[in-house]
T-cell receptor, first 116, second 114 residues
Framework: DTGVSQDPRHKITKRGQNVTFRCDPI?????LYWYRQTLGQGPEFLTY????????KSRLLSDRFSAERPKGSFSTLEIQRTEQGDSAMYLC??????????????FGEGSRLTVL | EDQVTQSPEALRLQEGESSSLNCSYT??????LFWYRQDPGKGPEFLFT???AGEEKEKERLKATLTKKESFLHITAPKPEDSATYLC???????????????FGQGTILTVHP
């Protein structure tokens, strides 16, 4: 399978715990994105990388969220001190973008987070 | 702030009953408008990109069109397997800001009954 893969698919945690999600993009894609989706809503942009550089982070994203993409390959999204409001589906996507074009996004199946 | 509004929120059709989904947008210079399909528990799947008013794209029973303020996704003679949530998204092209962000609408849940 050469699509975008995410791990874990489901995570249940207690409030205050830290969680980390991993995303492996399509190998030739230079851009990697993280989105968050809650029930009945469309995906909401969190951040994106061009190769290993994090080029934008949503101002809605609190300091408890951090993302990395070492060596421009896989990416991790960490949420520290989770809150119940963090419960959502975390979607990773990749694309062949350029400086002014997002390109068609290829999404993974998501990591569903439930904070108790 | 870019804004995308989709209507209706939900649409129930009989198999073979054609209809349209609407996506209204406000964005500072449109670089691209995207349509995605999302099945329950899955990530969105890319369908179309439209770049400028008057453009049309087709794929099987789906046809997407674009004007300066909205886009339509026309579904001709739908089948039950077309049941899904259809998402519209825009990328802005001016303002010196993000070129990496898509702004999505809330989606239209389409159910096609046999």
């Amino acid at each position: 399978d050469t699509g975008v893969s995410q791990d874990p698919r489901h995570k249940i945690t207690k409030r205050g715990q830290n969680v980390t999600f991993r995303c492996d993009p399509i190998s030739e894609h230079n851009r990697l994105y993280w989105y968050r989706q809650t029930l009945g809503q469309g995906p909401e942009f969190l951040t994106y990388f061009q190769n290993e550089a994090q080029l934008e982070k949503s101002r809605l994203l609190s300091d408890r969220f951090s993302a990395e993409r070492p060596k421009g390959s896989f990416s991790t999204l960490e949420i520290q001190r989770t809150e119940q409001g963090d419960s959502a589906m975390y979607l990773c996507a990749s694309s062949l973008g350029n400086p002014i074009w997002v390109g068609e996004l290829f999404f993974g199946e998501g990591s569903r987070l439930t904070v108790l | 702030e870019d804004q995308v509004t989709q209507s209706p929120e939900a649409l129930r059709l009989q198999e073979g009953e054609s209809s349209s989904l609407n996506c209204s947008y406000t964005v500072s210079g449109l670089r691209g408008l995207f349509w995605y399909r999302q099945d329950p528990g899955k990530g969105p799947e890319f369908l179309f990109t439209l770049y400028s008013a008057g453009e049309e794209k087709e794929k099987e029973r789906l046809k997407a069109t674009l004007t300066k303020k909205e886009s339509f996704l026309h579904i001709t003679a739908p089948k039950p397997e077309d049941s899904a949530t259809y998402l519209c998204a825009v990328q802005r092209g001016t303002g010196g800001t993000s070129y990496g962000k898509l702004t999505f609408g809330q989606g239209t849940i389409l159910t096609v009954h046999p």
